[in-house]
């Protein structure tokens, strides 16, 4: 996207996610006052963390904690480290957590967090210090009863084990269901590292059944090759889709004649980009995603899918693998157009599944398998979509989208009418 439409797209994550909870709550037929309750957290926390760089040097960051909702359950969420992370944005994908767990009736509420900084500029100590610095500061309001955070952009296993390490040495608690997504050695599920992919993948091929046939033979592009495309690209090849098209933050690369996944894998892990892939066309971001496909899968940031785009995207149906990929005009124009998309609380909320499977592990003396929680993340999956196409089917003339919401939103206002909070 140039830096023209960029700035053009007034509005950030958390009003297009206001703009969809307004929308949900009319069919809903939701009052004012209860669409004002769900689109404000209920606990905004920012935190200044201090450390001393490798140069000797005080460096400054910012960070936020949002615990949208917790009607159903601790607050549950990721962090992120980047240089763009906003307040309204943890805001936003707080609420989408919320959304999320409880679509996929899991025993949470909604929570996300987020660094300012962009981790590539700091040594491994002064990340170790950040990891620590942060939690330090919010050791008060997290726990595996209260808010349980995980990996999200630029964060993983080594990270939230910088967590627990912390956490445990402040409190004294040797709680390590605290975090989700830590590495095996401290109660991490095997699954973990691919669950969200696996979930798209999941996902992927339910919706292509009832929309294109099925996954066979069909063609697939994906916007984004980290953890959740490449995961992703691996379980849709096996199912017997063809990936024509993979990007990453330097660019893409797509052949009609489908891509080798494992090999365009060891290409970027040797190179650092999927771009020095030998066969195929290079392309920008932009043009990956306007070019044709039977199934896109944007696995990458927000609002890359927009109003100044949406209408040349030749996809024949879209599957969220990030979070907020499409603006609410990019729904519009997809609807209008005929364009199918299943939604990011649906669909790439595998990684919360196997969070919440890591988590009864910790909570119950790792009780499950990596296989069992396999088939537990997919039929989990299944069940989630399945419920949502019978409701999109039900509500007419409406989308995935809303489908989705509509049933996330009626559990979490039918849980806080029950516990006396509306």
Not at 31 to 57: C, H, M, N, Y
Not at 398 to 409: F, G, K, V
Request: hydrophobic share 40%; charged share 25%; proline share 4%.
């Amino acid at each position: 996207m140039n830096s023209a439409v960029q700035e053009t797209l007034t509005s950030n994550l958390y009003d297009q996610q206001v703009k969809k909870l307004y929308h949900v709550g009319g069919i809903l037929g939701l009052t004012e006052d209860v669409l004002q309750v769900l689109s404000t957290p209920e606990r905004v926390i920012q935190v200044k963390i201090e450390i001393k760089g490798a140069d000797g040097k005080v460096k400054t960051f910012v960070g936020w904690r949002s615990q949208h909702n917790s009607a159903l359950g601790p607050y549950k969420g990721g962090v992120r480290y980047h240089p763009d992370v906003t307040q309204d944005e943890v805001i936003a994908l707080s609420m989408m957590m919320t959304w999320k767990n409880s679509l996929l009736q899991l025993p949470y509420g909604g929570g996300k967090g987020g660094i300012r900084v962009d981790p590539s500029k700091l040594t491994k100590e002064e990340l170790e210090a950040l990891s620590r610095r942060y939690v330090d500061a919010l050791y008060k309001y997290i726990g595996s009863d209260i808010d349980i955070p995980a990996p999200d952009v630029n964060t993983n296993p080594q990270i939230m084990a910088w967590y627990l390490d912390e956490y445990i040495k402040i409190t004294g608690k040797a709680d390590f269901a605290v975090f989700t997504g830590k590495p095996i050695e401290l109660g991490g599920l095997p699954a973990r590292i691919y669950s969200t992919g696996l979930g798209v993948a999941t996902i992927a091929k339910a919706s292509a059944k009832k929309f294109l046939g099925g996954i066979e033979g069909a063609t697939v592009i994906i916007q984004g090759f980290g953890n959740v495309g490449t995961y992703t690209a691996k379980f849709l090849q096996e199912m017997g889709a063809k990936i024509i098209g993979v990007s990453d933050s330097k660019g893409g690369v797509i052949d009609p004649n489908g891509i080798d996944v494992q090999k365009i894998i060891e290409i970027k892990e040797s190179t650092g980009s999927v771009i020095n892939y030998p066969s195929g066309k290079k392309v920008t971001n932009d043009e990956l995603l306007i070019s044709e496909c039977d199934i896109l899968i944007p696995a990458a940031l927000e609002n890359v899918i927009n109003k100044f785009n949406a209408p040349k995207v030749k996809a024949k149906l879209i599957v969220e693998g990030a979070n907020g990929p499409l603006t609410a005009d990019a729904d519009a124009i997809m609807k209008e157009r005929g364009i199918p998309v299943v939604p990011d609380i649906l669909a790439n909320a595998g990684g919360v599944v196997g969070s919440y499977v890591e988590w009864a592990n910790n909570k119950m003396g790792e009780i499950m398998s990596e296989e069992e929680a396999r088939k537990l993340i997919i039929q989990r999956m299944e069940n989630a979509f399945e419920g949502v196409y019978q409701k999109y089917n039900k509500l007419g003339d409406q989308d995935l989208r809303t489908a989705a919401m509509a049933i996330s939103i009626e559990r979490v206002v039918n849980a806080m009418k029950a516990r006396g909070m509306l």
